[in-house]
């Protein structure tokens, strides 16, 4: 199986700061990759497919790069309401898999 | 809209069965293949189980429900399930329908997601 390896495990920062997360895969995925949003008691929402590719609604600030095994999700200006937990997932291959979550909170 | 709508949750004991349902709608359902995941109290997502479309029915299974859980699908009711057999303490979770954003074969990016429907296993 493909383990997916997040970090930081949460970040606290500023509201127009910059963000970055991290995902590592315990193996080549190329560009098999998603970040997805979740707000709290709500469902995951999607926010970047094939690691760079912005999902149709999500804003602009949001941002993916990344290919094979090193992966990063950015928040370019965040912003109270990105407030959540931010999980990747790869989808190369079964079992799909999703790294253990980012926490982002407002210093 | 593209909706998917979850029931069936409930609380049962260790070892019992339970189905769960996911009812499809705004988009042609046969054509995308679904898959089931859940996420334990406080805790992460887990990838379940998925089933494909296009009238194959391939199927796949995570390791810790594999001989347990049975995904299937009916598409002349546009719906999904996931059958639960020998249910374990560590199977309460909110359980996800969840559809890829599009119905590309091979495509496992999922938009939308269903509100979850909570599974509680307890003596």
């Known amino acids: 199986d493909i383990q997916m390896t997040q970090s930081p495990s949460s970040v606290s920062a500023s509201v127009g700061d910059s963000v970055r997360i991290t995902c590592r895969a315990s193996q080549d995925i190329s560009s098999s990759l998603g970040w997805y949003q979740q707000k709290p008691g709500k469902a995951p929402n999607l926010l970047i497919y094939?690691?760079?590719s912005l999902q149709s609604g999500v804003p602009s600030r949001f941002s993916g790069s990344g290919s094979e095994t090193y992966f990063t999700l950015t928040i370019s200006s965040l912003q109270p309401e990105d407030v959540a937990t931010y999980y990747c997932q790869q989808t190369d291959s079964f079992p799909l898999t999703f790294g253990g979550g980012t926490k982002v909170e407002i210093k | 809209e593209v909706q998917v709508l979850e029931s069936g949750g409930d609380l049962v004991q260790p070892g019992e069965s339970l189905r769960l349902s996911c009812e499809a709608s705004?988009?042609?359902?046969?054509?995308?293949?679904m898959s089931w995941v859940r996420q334990a109290p406080g805790k992460g997502l887990e990838w379940v189980s998925a089933?494909?479309?296009?009238?194959?029915?391939?199927?796949h299974y995570a390791d810790s429900v594999k001989g347990r859980f049975t995904i299937s699908r009916d598409d002349f009711r546009n719906t999904l399930y996931l059958h639960m057999d020998s249910l374990r303490v560590d199977d309460t979770a909110v359980y996800y329908c969840v559809r890829p954003r599009v119905s590309l074969a091979g495509t496992r990016y999922f938009d939308p997601w269903g509100q979850g429907t909570l599974v509680t296993v307890s003596s």
């Open positions: 089933i494909d479309g296009d009238n194959r029915r391939g199927t």
């Open positions: 705004g988009f042609s359902f046969s054509a995308y293949a």
């Open positions: 094939s690691a760079s």
